[in-house]
């Protein structure tokens, strides 16, 4: 199965550092007199155009990391560190799993973001600094000049090393993927081959984040969803569409509904999407009310379960469940529920309620039909 | 549908930016090396404070042949100059503060102050000092008569106008500075003219008793030079006079060397004409911060004929069986071996060594004792650290192609000074020429300089350096980065230490440590894929 992965900047990114990074090499190693190959004055002049090129690149790519948040990347972390050793000590002749998995927004394992961190923001800017210092800090630059270029070149130098070091590593190391090819396949078009069990993973992990974000944005403020109401118009004006309902009607109508209930039990506020699920006329009727109506005496042995776990601290993405509406009729949902935190307390429970009762029906439909066809060519066969 | 084409457009845009964005890098490298890489000896130098050849105009307002005064039967040459004086009225002024004419500089030298020597009493590890020995010397000084202390250089008739303006080439200058016999005065005064080549040549080119002997950077065959010999004389080329570079006005030649002058002023610099910034590349144009241009410019000298480059007076003497001088030629037919001077090397087509220098020069006095061995008759000043700040100079050592000239000659061992020996004189006056005893030579040059002589003497190794600036080869044959820029041996600048040099210098531990991390790794990463492939086949069985 195949996930895309890099986006075109990162891909274009990372092929134009390879190709600069191994013309530095390959020059820089000819002018510290280790072989020579291009000329020592091509060299030079190769060597300086591409310092030159690779700042422009730098200069675009951390505009690129901030804007996007992929910086968050490679925050480091040392969970999962000994892990992802131990993998690549032993694990992985033994045919074993990767102990992390490849998502959208945690691509890298623990050893990655240490080692991407240390290139980005400790070798690359040593050799950037002393490069510059190389070509500009001498006399006749009286304002700030190095008494000679040892330091600098045995900086630069010890750099140089890593770089190369880090490459017969990193090469080697894209092997280890899916299969030998995928890594450098995913960086070449984006798109990486991984397990069943991986996609599944990261479906559910850019759910998740999806989830987490419109959450933040529902709850953070109102006039947010006013300017979204706005530019949708707007939008739909430039398109020549033309849409009647506002954006939160269309909110209040999709079938998201939103509860809190407190640490007894008791409803703290639900949103006019969870009012009309449930049937009830306005939300006065349900707040104060105790959570156990939501579901029948069966199913509410369950729910409980999870909203205790919930005021443990966890956050517990449901499957779908079954509701009991105000009139007594069921319909279907699914659920999420996050704990309430004020102080570092746990002093409640909330979350989103998507109705699947639609999708429910139209299955229903779906396999009745399906009956009905086999039943028809049954009958045909006879 | 309208989104459907929205979309298509905006995928277009996303891939038209990366592309144009991907393009922006490489076009830039393209260009950018373009433009730097351009052959320097294609284009046209950007030169200026120069007439070009096709430009000069040569032209004599005056035709000395028909003065009356010039026609006069001369009896003495200093006749002469007086019937120049006549009317050049004022031009005698000009000529006795000359050092042409006084052998004398007043100049700050380093580790002395501020001191009056010159080419009259400095000593060289050539024909070592001119004191006692002016008859000889003085057929290269610009005036008549001098043969001892006795010469009167406030009597304007002793200058001699003749061998700096004579066009006839028939000149010829003998003992004391007069000219032979047979010149004829009248036709060499009635055809003179602005100094050429030829003037200067004819002592500037026999320093250290012949052709290309001292400098190794000046000599005859660059009357009729060739490119390679030197670009700015070449005769097919721009065919230079001295004086197009030496700019003289009022008789004040500008260009010195430090084998006699201390001063960093009164140079001839190629910048003078050829700017600070003469190279289309501009990493190029930034050496010239360190770099001396005829470091460069000048990556051999001697390169028409032998110069010498060690003389050793302690062989000196020997004659053979019959009391004749002996004179011994090696297979190139340079005389190593002559009985007047001592032993010598030669060398042809020689590459220069290289010194910091910031324009200061030190002397070693004859009356200075001796604390180093080889002694440093002179001392270029300068090193990597030297940005100007410290020093008169002002501006930063630079590195400079030097003629190294080794020797030995006699000194004082007692005194442990250097000594004057008289070398020039009839048989008995204790000439060495004439008596071939180092004694005598040396007790008279002492007494004519009344320095204090113990009659103990020994010969010791002396270094002089003489900064090149001559024999200028074309571009296409200036140094390549990898004469510098290369390690040990390979590198000119092997030697010149204190300063770290990309391409001759690196960290061998460094350099070992990294092969080491680098193979390792490559091992390693070997070893680790053969187990996988290995483990793999195990696991699928």
Known sequence: MKIYIYKGFERFWHWTQVLLIITLALTGFEIHSSYSLFGFQTAVQIHGISAWAYLVLIVFSVFWHFTSGEWRQYKPTIKLLIEQIEYYITGIFKGAEHPTRKLVYNKFNPLQRLTYLGLNILVIPVMGITGFAYMFLNYPNTAFELKGLDI??????????????????????????????????????????????????????????????????????????????DALIETEKIMGMKKEEK???????????????????????????????????????????????????????????????????????????????????????????????????????????????????????????????????????? | MEIKSFKKIDFFMKKSVSTLLFFFVFQWIAFSQQADSSVP???????????????????????????????????????????????????????????????DRKEKILNHGTISVGKKNILNNFCIGVESNEAMCSKCHAGYGWVDTTFNFQAKENIDCLVCHDKTGTYVKGAGGMPTPQTDLNLVAQNVGHSSSENCGACHFKGGGGNNVKHGDMEKAMLNADRNLDVHMAKEGEDMNCTECHVTVDHNITGKLYALSSENNDRVTCEQCHTEAPHKNKILNKHTDRVACQTCHIPTYAKANPTKTFWDWSTAGKLDENGKLIEIKDSLGDVIYFSKKGSFHWGRNLKPEYRWFNGLAGHHLVTDNIDTIPVQLNTLDGSYGDKGANTRSLAPS?????????????????????????????????????????SKSLE?????????????????????????????????????????????????????????????????????LGIIMLVSTFVGVLIHGGLRIFFRKNISH
Not at chain 1, 314 to 324: C, L, Q, S, Y
Not at chain 2, 49 to 77: E, G, M, W
Not at chain 2, 406 to 426: A, F, M, W
């Open chain 1, 152 to 229: 600098v070149g045995l900086i630069h130098t010890i750099g140089a090393f890593s770089v190369v070091t880090f490459i017969i590593a990193h090469v080697y190391l894209t092997t280890t993927g899916h299969k030998p090819l995928s890594a450098i396949m995913a960086m070449l078009t984006g798109w990486e081959e991984v397990g069943k069990d991986d996609a599944r993973a990261m479906l559910v992990n850019e759910m998740e984040v999806a989830l987490k974000i419109t959450k933040t944005r529902l709850k953070t403020d109102e006039n947010k969803s006013e300017l979204l109401d």
């Open chain 2, 41 to 103: 000896h294609s284009t046209k130098l950007s030169i200026e404070n120069y007439i070009f050849k096709a430009d000069r105009k040569i032209s004599s307002p005056v035709d000395h042949n028909k003065f009356t005064i010039l026609q006069q039967d001369f009896k003495r040459p200093q006749d002469v100059t007086l019937a120049c004086l006549s009317c050049h009225n004022e031009r005698h002024s000009e000529l006795m503060v000359n050092n042409h004419f006084t052998w």
């Open chain 1, 247 to 382: 954006f939160q009607n269309v909110i209040a109508k999709s079938g998201a509904g939103y509860f809190r209930i407190n640490k007894m039990g008791y409803y703290g506020a639900v949103n006019d999407a969870w009012v009309r699920l449930y049937k009830y006329d306005s939300p006065e009727e349900i707040i104060g009310k105790h959570y156990s109506l939501s579901r029948t005496k069966e199913d509410f042995a369950e729910l409980e379960k999870s909203f205790n776990r919930v005021l443990e601290g966890e956050t517990i993405p449901h499957g779908e469940v079954r509701r009991i509406c105000k009139d007594g009729s069921c319909g279907f949902h699914t659920v999420t529920m996050t704990p309430v935190v004020m102080n570092g307390q746990v002093v409640g429970v909330e979350g989103f309620i998507l109705d699947t009762t639609v999708r429910r029906l139209a299955e229903k439909e779906l396999l009745e039909n399906k009956i009905l066809m086999e039943e028809l060519l049954k009958k045909k066969g006879k």
């Open chain 2, 444 to 512: 008279k040059g002492s007494e004519y300089i009344h320095q204090p002589f113990s009659g103990k003497f020994g010969f010791v190794e002396t270094e002089m350096y003489w900064p090149l600036n001559h024999q200028v080869a074309p571009a296409d044959q200036a140094l390549r980065c990898t004469d510098c820029h290369a390690r040990g041996d390979e590198s000119r600048l092997s030697e010149l230490d204190g300063f770290y040099l990309p391409g001759r210098d690196q960290y061998n531990w460094l350099d070992y």
């Open chain 2, 398 to 438: 630079k590195i400079w192609p030097v003629k190294i000239m080794r020797g030995k000659q006699p000194y004082d061992t007692e005194y442990n000074t250097l000594l004057q020996p008289k070398v020039v004189g009839k048989k008995g006056s204790g000439a060495f020429w004439a008596d071939f005893d180092w």
